[in-house]
């Protein structure tokens, strides 16, 4: 492949998902495109990205965003933000809402839909503490075929034994074949859409509690800040942002300080810019 077709894969990706890769990323590349290569009948990557540089080529360039993204997900993943949602969040958040208020939860990189079925497992385990409080859990992605597969909530035998406790699998699945379908009532509680996250996130509401998990560490700086910004609009103040182990605020975007000593724990700094510079701030990132 040579560098220029390289570089019109960078910028597809880029600018389609803000996912950043560099030279060191080819193998993936040469290994994720091959269906594609094969389904276009393609001899390789230099051809497909000639084929991209054509007009009315973007129904392709979002396949070859969807093939590059990764969609690794499992049931509770690290454990730590979800135990403190239940022990803390969820308990704060409710204790601070006006009785037939609905708390909302945001799953922003849904995939499979293991991570917002592991809050709707969350939320049906305390759902007496809760005392009848209704609870949205929205799960967006980029991806369309994971999202399919999160919609449907059936899993194979590999990925309920990644992070499932066993008295979860008995409460809240039912055995089909091989596989195992998460109840009907937690399906029920959770809402799958397909969303870019570098596009307006307004029309999604406003969230009590956002998982960004294992998102940011694909982005650049700068997209990583413009991100952060947008999700900061849509959070309640006295909301919480759970980011991935591997990822921080720090150095990208002062709309956000630590909550507590919880590491990977955010919630809105105080100090709020007037509504004119978050607008035009709005503007800017969404162009």
């Avoid at 708390?103 to 849904?110: E, I, Q, V």
């Avoid at 800040?225 to 900061?232: D, F, K």
Wanted: aromatic share 8%; proline share 6%; net charge positive.
């Amino acid at each position: 492949m040579t560098p220029a077709s390289f570089e019109v894969f960078a910028t597809v990706l880029r600018n389609g998902s803000g996912l950043a890769i560099g030279p060191d990323k080819t193998y993936l590349l040469e290994t994720r495109l091959v269906p594609i290569l094969r389904r276009e009948g393609l001899p390789g990557l230099d051809a497909l990205a000639a084929r991209l540089r054509l007009p009315g080529c973007g129904t392709l360039a979002r396949d070859v965003v969807e093939a590059m993204t990764t969609n690794e997900s499992f049931f509770f993943r690290d454990d730590r933000p979800f135990a403190h949602v239940r022990d803390h969040a969820l308990p704060r958040l409710h204790a601070a809402r006006p009785a037939g208020t609905r708390l909302r939860l945001w799953s922003a990189a849904a995939s499979t839909g293991q991570e917002a079925y592991s809050l709707a497992m969350i939320i049906s385990e305390i759902q007496a503490m809760l005392t009848g409080r209704g609870v949205e859990i929205l799960g967006t992605d980029i991806a369309r075929a994971p999202l399919a597969r999160a919609r449907a909530g059936l899993y194979t035998q590999f990925e309920i034994q990644r992070g499932l406790p066993m008295q979860m699998l008995v409460r809240h699945f039912r055995k089909e074949g091989a596989q195992w379908r998460i109840a009907p009532a937690l399906r029920n509680m959770t809402v799958f859409r397909e969303w870019n996250l570098l596009d307006d996130l307004r029309p999604l509401g406003r969230f009590d509690i956002v998982f960004c998990r294992n998102v940011l560490i694909y982005f650049d700086p700068p997209t990583k800040t413009c991100v952060l910004e947008a999700i900061a609009r849509q959070m309640a103040p006295d909301g919480l942002l759970y980011l991935g182990g591997a990822e921080t605020v720090l150095g990208l975007c002062d709309r956000f300080v630590p909550y507590g000593e919880e590491r990977g724990v955010y919630t809105l700094a105080p100090a709020q810019p007037a509504v004119a510079d978050r607008l035009e701030r709005t503007i800017v990132c969404a162009g």
